[in-house]
Every structure is written in C-alpha cells, then in structure tokens.
C-alpha cells in the first residue's frame, strides 16, 4: 500500500538565522557568488573561490557568527564542475551553514582551510584521494585513502576501475 504523503511547508528560518544571514551579506557579501538560501535548520552560502579563505576566517572570526567548528568536507563531481561543500557550525550562537564553492572541472584548485579549521587536514586529503580537488597551501597533500600510486579519483564520474581500463571496456 502506498500513501500519498504531503511534505509540511518549511518553516521560516528562525531569527537567529536571519540575523546571521543579515551580517554576512552586509560584511562579507563581496565574498558571495549568490543569495543566502536557507535549508532545513542551515545557512547555505556559495562563496567566490578567490575569497573562500577570507570568507571563512570572517565566519569563524565575528562574535556574531562564531563558525567554530568543521564536521564536514565533501568534493562532488557535478560532470559540468566539481563542488566542495564544508559544514561548519556555530556551536555558541547554535548555527550551522553549508559553504559552496564551485570549481573548474579540469583544474580544481581552491584554497586549504587547515589555516582556519585545522580539522579541515584530513577532510581535504580525502577530497582529494576521492575527487582530485588540489587545495593550495595545505600543510601535507598527499592521498589518505588510497595508495601513493593509485590512478585516479574513485568518486570522479568519468573514473574507470583498473579491469575497465585494461580491456579497454567502456562505462
């Protein structure tokens, strides 16, 4: 049996939410490639490449903001860019926010935000193994996941397994 279920509207952002939206657009705008959107209980920001770290430092920086806290680095191949989505949290203001950046799919380079997270270290060296983001200035870039020699980034969409290429099979 199937039920046709309906979801609720989303609820509008609380307040603390607005006011952090409200601060970073009007200090930090010019580092912003498009609006503020919320999602289920997070920001969500796509930042200017050129000045991810800049942005970052200002989010964990400003006491009205207080991003302290990295859980999270994903690289995800879009087939058209890659993308590189950091979560990053508020734990004494109690926000959370998803930080974008698009990336050239041919040469993806960004900079690193072990400066700023230093959680971030090992969340970019997976990225990397992964995806083949290059993050610029990171302290120790090698892969984490996979062996030095290793071919490849497994989670690339146009990647093809060892037994795919030694046929000469195509995906």
């Not at 993308?83 to 508020?90: A, D, E, P």
């Amino acid at each position: 049996m199937v039920l046709n279920v309906r979801r609720k509207p989303a609820a509008p952002p609380a307040p603390r939410y607005r006011q952090a939206a409200e601060t970073i657009s009007g200090k930090y705008g010019q580092h912003l490639v498009g609006p503020i959107a919320f999602e289920e209980r997070a920001l969500k920001l796509e930042a200017d490449p050129a000045g991810l770290r800049e942005l970052a430092l200002a989010l964990r920086d400003d006491p009205a903001l207080g991003f302290n806290y990295l859980s999270c680095v994903s690289g995800v191949d879009m087939k058209d860019h890659i993308q590189v989505v950091y979560h990053v949290h508020s734990l004494a203001n109690v926000l959370t926010a998803q930080l974008r950046v698009k990336l050239d799919r041919d040469n993806p380079v960004v900079d690193s935000l072990v400066p700023v997270w230093p959680g971030a270290n090992w969340l970019e060296r997976e990225t990397y193994d992964l995806v083949g983001v290059q993050f610029a200035g990171h302290p120790d870039p090698r892969r984490i996941l996979t062996d030095d020699d290793f071919v490849g980034h497994p989670l690339r969409k146009d990647y093809l397994p060892p037994a795919y290429r030694q046929h000469g099979s195509k995906a």
